[in-house]
């Protein structure tokens, strides 16, 4: 059974850094690919950032050059560094993995940025 959870989120001032955490079960992450998407109120969800089986990372442009995807394959777990947050980055975080035909998704966790 495919299951995701995502910790690490919290409150946070603008310019400070921020690590995201998504705990895999049921699959391997270093076989899979990994996808980190941000929702506000109002708003669809939003790409932020994947990482694919090879190790090969990409990035949505907002968060490009701040944000880092990275998994630890003995914890089977998905991060995501987040460095000099602004507040336009509050969201809820969510990560998210496809497999066999299927989207799966954590409960996400969310992330303030604020003065």
């Known amino acids: 059974q495919v299951q995701l959870v995502e910790s690490g989120g919290g409150l946070v001032q603008p310019g400070e850094s921020l690590r995201l955490s998504c705990a895999a079960s049921?699959?391997?992450?270093?076989?899979?690919?990994m996808s980190w998407y941000r929702q506000t109120p109002g708003k669809e969800r939003e790409w932020v950032a994947r990482?694919?089986?090879?190790?090969?990372?990409d990035y949505a442009d907002p968060v490009k050059g701040r944000f880092i995807i990275s998994r630890d394959n003995a914890k089977n777990t998905l991060y995501l560094q987040m460095n000099t947050l602004k507040p336009e980055d509050t969201a809820v975080y969510y990560c998210?993995?496809?497999?066999?035909?299927?989207?799966?998704w954590g409960q996400g966790t969310q992330v303030t940025v604020s003065s």
């Open positions: 049921g699959f391997l992450v270093r076989s899979a690919h």
């Open positions: 998210k993995t496809y497999r066999r035909g299927s989207d799966y």
């Open positions: 990482i694919i089986p090879n190790g090969d990372t």
